[in-house]
């Protein structure tokens, strides 16, 4: 039997894999897994797909033109993943199984796999009860109805009040994981008004985090 293909053949589930691996080795220190350049190319590749999948993703935009340049972004930015993957990361010493696992790529053979995370992101739904209160509700995006998959401590929740829109997990400085949903937020009366950004993962029992979602936003009543 073949091992199954770690990268993810669906467009929005290549989103997200691409998405949390970029985040991943950024978070480990990725000019110290690889050279430099090869890391800067990596998101500049990245960016550029992500600019283009978003165009898709917006009905105005989307055309068999935007679709293209979309498939043709993605060729590029899968093969050079693959080639990255296999020439510095699979065999790294300086990266651990679990943050192997954490990004999504393959762990060498020699080595024992822990039991994975749920990688496909939470879905979520936002209430604004009362004033400078923020609710953020999570459920299993399989199924629309469990707020767990089976399996997952809960959901870990990053989140950052700022003054601008951003696609960086970086900048979302908080962090909570919350076994029951809804997620409360609660702010004083001062930030009414302002964006608080957040990003929803899976957590599970071993404290081994899955992929994010995007990066999410809504207004603080």
């Known amino acids: 039997m073949s091992r199954p293909d770690y990268v993810p053949s669906r467009e929005e589930d290549f989103f997200y894999w691409a998405f949390n691996l970029k985040t991943r080795l950024t978070e480990f220190g990725a000019e110290?897994?690889?050279p430099p350049p090869v890391y800067h190319e990596l998101m500049r590749i990245g960016d550029d797909y992500e600019k283009k999948f978003a165009v898709t993703e917006n009905p105005e935009t989307r055309t068999a033109v935007t679709i293209k340049a979309r498939q043709e972004s993605r060729v590029v930015y899968e093969k050079?993943?693959?080639d990255m993957v296999q020439s510095f990361l699979v065999k790294n010493p300086k990266l651990t199984d679990?943050?192997?696992i954490a990004a999504g790529i393959p762990v060498?053979?020699?080595t024992h796999t822990p039991?994975?995370?749920n990688n496909i992101p939470?879905?979520?739904k936002v209430r604004l009860p009362a004033p400078g209160v923020v609710e953020i509700s999570f459920f299993n995006a399989e199924n629309n109805k469990t707020a767990k998959p089976e399996g997952q401590h809960g959901a870990k929740i990053n989140w950052a009040v700022l003054d601008h829109p951003t696609n960086d997990l970086r900048e979302l400085v908080n962090s909570a994981t919350d076994t029951h949903t809804p997620y409360v937020l609660k702010f004083e009366g001062t930030e009414s008004g302002k964006t608080v950004y957040f990003a929803l993962r899976w957590v599970n029992t071993r404290?081994?985090?899955g992929y994010s979602s995007k990066i999410y936003s809504s207004i603080i009543p």
């Open 32 to 34: 110290d897994l690889m």
């Open 80 to 82: 050079y993943i693959r």
């Open 98 to 100: 679990a943050q192997r």
């Open 108 to 110: 060498h053979k020699t």
């Open 115 to 117: 039991a994975p995370v």
């Open 122 to 124: 939470p879905g979520y």
């Open 207 to 209: 404290e081994e985090e």
